[in-house]
């Protein structure tokens, strides 16, 4: 199974939002209503912040969202904040009944 | 409270089997709908999801890696373990476990709510 594609890197300024999309197939993140997003600050475990596409953890702010259309899921993250500064991971159940993470993306808050 | 925490080898060498060792807290892998998994993320790199575990002994593994790990459980010690043969250095990691979503037995998500703070695993001669 290869890695769920997304972007290296995104930035944005304070207040705004922005996108981080992530690109799988049929056999993935088209197929299955299970994709989830990781925020990982450097050195630290990650924490999830979706799951099953757009749903939030409790403790996760309502500025984090997730959607997907076809074989492509996204971030969303609005009124960014310094804080929001860190990796960003997609993951997905696969047909083999596995999982699959994307390459992640570094999200710079300028 | 959940909490897992991993413990291992910091260190071993090519060819040698590495065995790690999951042990958390505040759940019971005989509860239905609870799975652990492991996953992993060389320095600088992305996460990799190696294997899970389910409270019914169901077990997946990563393709790639499939013919080199071993996943179990230990009940009576609230552990999981992992056993991965033939390391090379491309296998120097974090190794991270983590606990799978889940509501019941008949409803879980396939994403991980609470993880260890890794152990760092370095594979050199």
């Known amino acids: 199974q290869s890695a769920l594609t997304q972007p290296a890197s995104v930035s944005g300024s304070p207040g705004q939002s922005i996108t981080i999309s992530c690109a799988g197939t049929?056999?993935?993140?088209?197929?299955?209503?299970?994709v989830s997003w990781y925020q990982q600050p450097p050195g630290k475990a990650p924490q999830v912040m979706i799951y099953?596409?757009?749903n939030r953890p409790a403790g996760v702010s309502n500025r984090f969202s997730g959607s997907k259309s076809g074989n492509t899921a996204s971030l969303t993250i609005s009124g960014l904040q310094a804080e929001d500064e860190a990796d960003y991971y997609c993951?997905?159940?696969?047909?083999?009944?596995?999982?699959?993470f994307g390459g992640g993306t570094k999200l710079t808050v300028l | 409270q959940i909490t897992l925490k991993e413990s291992g080898p910091t260190l071993v060498k090519p060819t040698q089997t590495l065995t790690l060792t999951c042990t958390f807290s505040?759940?019971?892998?005989?509860?239905?709908?609870?799975?652990v998994a492991w996953i992993r993320q060389p320095p600088g790199k992305a996460l990799e999801w190696l294997a899970l575990?389910?409270?019914?002994?169901?077990?997946r593994y990563s393709p790639s890696l499939k013919s080199r790990l071993t996943i179990t459980k230990d009940t009576s010690k609230n552990q999981v373990i992992l056993v991965m043969t033939n390391m090379d250095p491309v296998d120097t990691a974090t190794y991270f476990c983590?606990?799978?979503?889940?509501?019941?037995?008949?409803?879980?998500?396939?994403?991980?709510?609470?993880w260890g703070l890794g152990t760092l695993v370095t594979v050199s001669s």
């Open positions: 049929s056999r993935d993140v088209g197929g299955y209503h299970y």
């Open positions: 575990i389910s409270w019914d002994e169901d077990k």
């Open positions: 983590a606990h799978r979503i889940y509501f019941n037995s008949a409803y879980y998500s396939e994403a991980f709510d609470l």
């Open positions: 993951s997905s159940y696969t047909t083999s009944s596995t999982l699959v």
């Open positions: 505040g759940f019971s892998l005989d509860t239905g709908g609870v799975a």
């Open positions: 099953d596409v757009s």
